[in-house]
Structures are given as C-alpha cells and as structure tokens.
C-alpha cells in the first residue's frame, strides 16, 4: 500500500505527460520555456489571481516576497509553529526573527486571538501577554508580515487574520503549500486578497510536479515585476543588467510541462479527495479515542493529508506498519522547539496546543485513488489495535 500514490497518477496521464516531455526536448527550450507562461495562465484562472510566478520551490516561494519586500533584521514575522520548517527558515534566511504564534485545536492553523496578543507583546516588549523570542525582548522588533499556514490543505481563517493585519500595518503572505485547489468561502486559495500567496509542488502535494517547483501569486503589478527579477538574480531588461540581488529561482520547463495535464485533471481528483476523507470520517466515527479531522462548513480542503489525532500515537504507528499500513508523522516537534531556534529563547509550554498536537497526531494514506477496500483495511487494523476489532 503507498502513503501517496503517484504511479496510479502517472498510469491516468502517461501519454499526455509523455507527449509534453517529448515536447520540450524537441525544442530545447529548457530554462524558461513557453510551457512555463502556460503553466502560469493556468495557475492565474485557477487561483483568481492576477499573477502567478512559479519557482524552484515551494522555499523559494515562501522566500522571494520577503526579499520583495526588504523584510530582514530587527523585524518580526509571526507565523505558525505547527507546520514544516521551510515556513520559518525563510523568515531567518532574510535575517529577520519568526514570532511564533500558536494555533487553533480543531484546524491546526493559527490562531487570529493569538496573533493580536502576539502583535501587543512586541509592542509592549511583554512577554506576559504572549510567549515572545529573545530579540523581541532584549532589543525590539518592528512588526511586519504574517505567514498564516493552510495546514493540511484547509484554509486559515483569513476574515479573522485580514482585519488584524491591516490594523497593525502588517504585510500578509499565505503559505498555501498544502493546499492548492481548496477553497474558503467560496473563493480558491491563493486569490484571497492577501498580499501574495504561495504553494509548492512537491510530488507529494495535491497538485506537484516530478521534482521541486512552487509559485507566487498576487494582484500586485509592481509587486509581480519586483518578484520575476529576483527569480532570475535580480535581473533587468536583460540577463546580464542586474538590478537587485535576487536568487537562481526559476521553474525547469520540463516540470511546467509535466504540470500541465495534472492541472486537468486537478478539479477532478479534489472531488475524489473529498470522497476520500468523507468516507475516512464514516469509518473512523466508531473507533474510540481517535478523532478524526474536522473541515469547518465554509472550508474546501485540499486534503493534502489525512492527520487524525490518537493519545497512543507510537503504538497505533507501530501496528499499522506491522500491518502493511503507511504512516506519517506532521509533524513531531513544533518550530519553537527545534535546535536551531534554541537562540530564541522559546521553552516547552509556551505552545501548548502545538506541543500537544505533536505528540497526538498521526497520518494515514490519502490520495484520489485509494479505494474503499485499502480504507477498509486501514481502518479495520485501527479499529483492532484500539481494542474494537
């Protein structure tokens, strides 16, 4: 059984993919292709937003808007601790200090009460009011951007964040990496009317490619401009005029190429992610102490993942690989706890719901194509370690 079945997806499109790849060695545009403007029209419609710019990586992603931007030392970018590293790396690759802010116990995104203590403690230098990094107390930082996380594919609740940011001057950049193809009220993620938004497309990812890739959106023209120099070193009107130090961040056409009949068919397998989970949901309602995940009624999730929370993680872990049966782990330690930000100052407890999701939470096999016996088995061998075989 596969945690993520790629080659059920590839049996589907092998011949489109194929004829695209055969596409771009024939005319060996191999940097910057016309299947990368291709790609991008296509991410534009399907996101709502004026400008899609892809990139290398869903890091690069994450990290060009904050090189856009000038963010670096001396400023604060709070963001979530419950999410994959590359969410904070960026923020100290630019120099500037993650303000870690906890999150809500039934999304697992961050938690807009919790940003407006947070923001008040950096402020009043106030670690009463909110847990707060070292710099923050010792010299000061100066507010600037919010990185809300859509973990698992389902959306933050950007009608709670927008309003805060905006009061406190803050830029808003939504980290969409799992969740390409949700929806929140109604609207595509990534055209939320944030400042940019960002998704990846890692293999793994509802919508990836074969290898590494990502894009950036936005509704801002001068912001757009700024964001495809630096993908290219900052570069001008040409190659070699260098206006700004920017980074080697450019998508290869051959991943544009292999995205393009994934695009597709990519409404159609969110529909069958959503079969998925809910069938998930009906099977895993009788089995005692495990809750599975909850979408509020004015989310779509992605459903880049399938995470249930049960108080004996490492054993049910441990049966279902005795079994045959793929597990993940999202994610074991929170951000504020991992070494490389010990300098920060951050202790246990002081997110407690993070540090108690990290302990609790486990994942399950989740894509388009798992059929209804796999989940039967899944769940049959959960159902038997829990006592209820």
């Known amino acids: ?35 990368i403007k291709e790609l991008e029209a296509a991410l534009s419609v399907a996101a709502g937003a004026r400008h899609a710019i892809t990139c290398a ?31 904070a790396e960026v923020i100290a690759l630019v120099g500037a200090t993650p303000v870690f802010v906890d999150v809500d116990p ?10 407006q203590r947070a923001i008040a403690a ?34 933050a609740e950007y009608d709670a964040l927008l309003p805060i940011a905006r009061e406190h001057g803050l830029l808003v950049m939504e980290d969409a990496a799992q969740a390409f193809g949700g929806s929140y009220k109604g609207k595509p993620l990534c055209g939320l009317g944030c400042d940019v938004a960002t998704t990846s497309f890692f293999p793994a990812k509802p919508l990836g490619c074969y290898g590494d890739g990502g ?16 993908r290219v070193h900052g570069k001008g009107a040409d190659k070699y005029e260098n206006v700004r130090v920017g980074i080697n961040g450019r998508m290869d056409t051959l991943q544009a190429a292999i995205m393009l009949p994934k695009m ?55 049966h279902l690989k005795a079994n045959g049966v793929p597990t993940a782990i999202y994610y074991p330690k929170p951000l504020h706890m991992q070494s490389v930000f010990s300098g920060l100052g951050y202790a246990a407890g002081d997110m407690p719901v993070s540090e108690s999701l990290s302990r609790r939470i486990l994942s399950l096999p989740m894509h388009p194509y798992l059929s209804e016996a796999q989940q039967d088995v899944i769940c049959g061998h959960i159902a038997s370690c829990r006592g209820q075989g």
């Open 1 to 35: 059984m596969e945690f993520i079945d790629l080659k059920a997806q590839y049996r589907r499109l092998e011949p489109a993919i194929r004829a695209r790849i055969d596409a771009v060695l024939e005319h060996g545009h191999f940097i910057m292709g016309p299947e």
């Open 57 to 87: 990586s869903g890091t690069d992603a994450l990290l060009l808007p904050l090189l856009a931007w000038g963010v670096g030392p001396g400023d604060a970018v709070f963001t979530s601790p419950f999410t994959f590293f590359a969410t």
């Open 106 to 115: 039934v999304t697992f995104n961050i938690s807009p009460e919790g940003l």
């Open 122 to 155: 950096v402020h009043q230098r106030d670690a009463s009011i909110h847990p707060l990094p070292r710099p923050a107390l010792e010299g000061g930082l100066t507010p600037r951007a919010v990185i809300p996380v859509d973990l698992f594919g389902i959306a």
């Open 215 to 230: 894009a950036v959106f936005t509704d801002d023209d001068g912001l757009a401009e700024v964001l495809r120099s630096l």
């Open 264 to 318: 597709d068919i990519l409404a159609d397998e969110i529909a069958a992610r959503q079969k998925v989970a809910a069938a998930y949901a009906t099977r895993l309602s009788g089995i005692g102490g495990i809750t599975p995940p909850s979408v509020p009624g004015h989310c779509r999730s992605a459903w880049a993942q399938y995470s249930i929370l049960c108080d004996r993680r490492d054993a049910l872990a441990d």
